[in-house]
């Protein structure tokens, strides 16, 4: 079985550009979410979908991060435009489980990373 | 792969040593544990969580305690070997269930 794939691995752009991230998650799993980790940082939430609908987005920085699941298939998060301070790693994980549950086993993508010049 | 920051915390060990990571948390609602590990360039992997109503859980050579009096986690380690050589976090949810808090993780290094 797949898991959770992540493209790109690692996107180096300028200060102003636009980057698009994406994520498939594993078959089948309605939960998606969305955690990235600055540098020398923790792993932060930014937002959860169930299926098609995001969930909780509280942890989204700012209105420059717009995360979408189109079909509630695989998601995407773009950052328009970049700044220095989005540089990390943004992980995307899923799970089966239904929120209010227990949270069960998250899984995790690789990881892209993102570097802003 | 992805690098560490500069203020993680680190643990050295030589192999067949057993290991102890040590994690505290603040948030006294918290009802849900996970370790994570993560090895250079890959994601988060799940190895062990534990409910608040349980002090103590074991896995395949890992076990979890938690000291939810001092808000406390730890992570053993038996007989630790070279690929257990990684970052480990953890992590808790407090009551929604979905959002993971993470810790800011110890680098753990097996010596051969």
């Known amino acids: 079985e797949a898991g959770v794939t992540q493209f790109p691995s690692h996107s180096v752009i300028e200060k102003g550009q636009t980057v698009t991230l994406r994520c498939d998650p594993i078959s089948g799993h309605d939960n998606l979410y969305w955690y990235r980790r600055v540098m020398g940082k923790e792993i932060k939430f930014l937002l959860h979908f169930v299926k098609e609908s995001k969930q909780d987005e509280s942890g989204m920085p700012n209105n420059r991060f717009l995360a979408e699941r189109t079909g509630g298939t695989y998601s995407t998060l773009k950052v328009q435009p970049a700044e220095l301070e989005d540089s990390g790693v943004y992980f995307c994980?899923?799970?089966?489980?239904?929120?209010?549950?227990?949270?069960?086993?998250?899984?995790f993508g690789e990881g892209s990373r993102l570097t802003v010049l | 792969g992805e690098s560490v920051g500069l203020h993680l915390p680190t643990l050295s060990v030589q192999e067949g040593d057993n290991s102890i990571i040590n994690c505290a948390y603040s948030n006294s609602a918290s009802d849900y544990f996970i370790w994570y590990k993560q090895e250079s360039g890959k994601g988060p992997q799940f190895i062990i969580d534990?409910?608040?109503?349980?002090d103590k859980r074991q896995g395949q050579r890992v076990t979890v305690l938690l000291n939810k009096t001092v808000k406390h986690l730890s992570l053993q380690i038996a007989a630790t070997q070279p690929g257990d050589s990684a970052v480990y976090f953890c992590a808790e949810s407090g009551g929604s269930n979905y959002k993971l808090t993470f810790g800011k993780g110890t680098l753990l290094t097996v010596n051969p």
């Open positions: 994980a899923s799970s089966q489980v239904l929120p209010g549950t227990a949270t069960g086993e998250l899984f």
């Open positions: 534990i409910r608040s109503n349980m």
